[in-house]
């Protein structure tokens, strides 16, 4: 997990590298930009599918330490680090200060999400609704969700992050079958490669299918994984993955 976490926080600084590059008005190179077009369908469901994995452990704990504990690993690294990359941007004004506080407006947006996301996880659990519902009910309401608050991305995510859990509780790591396998493969090749074209894919619905594809590749081979010589330091990425959100695109910008 930690090895997958890694590359999708890598290829997330790449995004946000060439969109750096271009606020400063440089030249961005084509390879760049084509990788991270042929990436852009992946990244940030199966983020957010990984990090819905990790509820199985959460739950354990009691109600006022798990909503403590997401204040301070996730909520306030959000405002801080949002207060902080307005200020590198010379865009920290009062009202928009405050305003951090409820509407992401930085990159730091997926910390605010993945709050909200755990608060409702929380709120499902205790209410006893049916996870696999909600999950494909928030992916289709996705598609008419306003702009105004990223509404669409938020509900699209959430049904990533609740089948994340599902994954974990009900043991789907490794449980694919091989003919399964091979056309999931061949799904997420077509999505990179329609990625790799510039078309939007990202957060939405008839586009979905593109990183439920890789995902069911990485359930796949998840238990087969070894590290690869070379390669160790995307599990040192993943497991500091919240150290490299919240900061790399205010040193990116520095």
């Known amino acids: 997990m930690d090895a997958v976490r890694g590359a999708c926080i890598l290829l997330v600084m790449l995004w946000h590298g060439a969109l750096v590059m271009e606020w400063l008005k440089l030249s961005v190179p084509a390879g760049l930009s084509a990788f991270n077009n042929a990436f852009a369908p992946f990244r940030m469901p199966l983020l957010t599918f990984l990090s819905g994995m990790l509820l199985e452990r959460a739950l354990k704990k009691p109600t006022g330490m798990f909503i403590r504990g997401k204040i301070f690993s996730l909520y306030w690294p ?9 200020a590198v941007r010379g865009t920290l004004w009062p009202e928009r200060a405050l305003t951090i506080l ?5 990159y730091l947006w997926f910390l605010h999400n993945l709050f909200l996301f755990y608060l409702a996880f929380l709120a499902l659990c205790r209410l006893r609704i049916p996870l696999l519902p909600v999950a494909v009910a928030s992916l289709l309401l996705a598609e008419f969700g306003t702009d105004q608050l990223a509404v669409a ?16 509780s009900r043991n ?17 090749i077509a999505g ?13 619905l008839m586009f979905a299918w593109a990183p439920l594809a890789l995902i069911v590749v990485v359930l796949a081979l998840a238990p087969r994984y070894r ?5 160790q330091f995307l599990q040192w990425i993943g497991a500091n993955s919240i150290v490299f959100y919240a900061s790399h695109m205010t040193f990116q910008m520095l």
């Open 78 to 86: 959000y405002l801080l680090w949002s207060l902080l990359f307005l």
């Open 192 to 204: 990179a490669g329609a990625g790799l074209t510039g078309h939007e894919m990202r957060y939405q």
């Open 153 to 168: 991305r938020a509900l699209f995510l959430f049904a990533f992050f609740l089948l994340g859990h599902l994954a974990q």
């Open 102 to 106: 409820w509407k992401p407006e930085t």
């Open 172 to 188: 789907w790591i490794g449980r694919v079958p091989m003919p399964i396998l091979v056309a999931a493969g061949a799904a997420a």
């Open 227 to 231: 590290p690869l010589p070379g390669l």
